[in-house]
Nanobody, 127 residues
């Protein structure tokens, strides 16, 4: 089992920034591709960003491209999501997820492919 714990959420004004962290334990972090997803009230959970276990490949949803940056520190067993130029429509519960990597540059945008999930952290962007 892998345990994932998100932190860093909160309330921010539109145009502001937040950095989310996701700390992993229980498995060899470097063998896992990581992803961030979000779920707004009444909506399905959607893909936000993903990073390969080497960190060499990243992928973003069109809605966050250019505003969000995913990164990871395999020494600290932590993945980050730097969010800038936040908009009210970014309001959601943000979840990190881990997927056993098939190869070093593997990433996935499909939530059904992920093996482990955190409990989520609330991000609220006020207008």
């Amino acid at each position: 089992q892998m345990q994932l714990v998100e932190s860093g959420g909160g309330l921010v004004q539109a145009g502001g920034s937040l950095r989310l962290s996701c700390a992993a334990s229980g498995r060899t972090f470097g063998n896992y591709a990581m992803g961030w997803f979000r779920q707004a009230p009444g909506k399905e959970r959607e893909f936000v960003a993903a990073i390969s276990w080497t960190g060499s490949r990243t992928y973003y949803a069109d809605s966050v491209k250019g505003r969000f940056t995913i990164s990871r520190d395999n020494i600290k067993n932590t993945v980050y999501l730097q969010m800038s130029s936040l908009k009210p429509e970014d309001t959601a519960v943000y979840y990190c997820a881990a997927k056993s990597a098939l190869y070093p540059t593997y990433v996935s945008t499909e939530r059904y492919e992920y093996d482990y999930w955190g409990q989520g952290t609330q991000v609220t962007v006020s207008s």
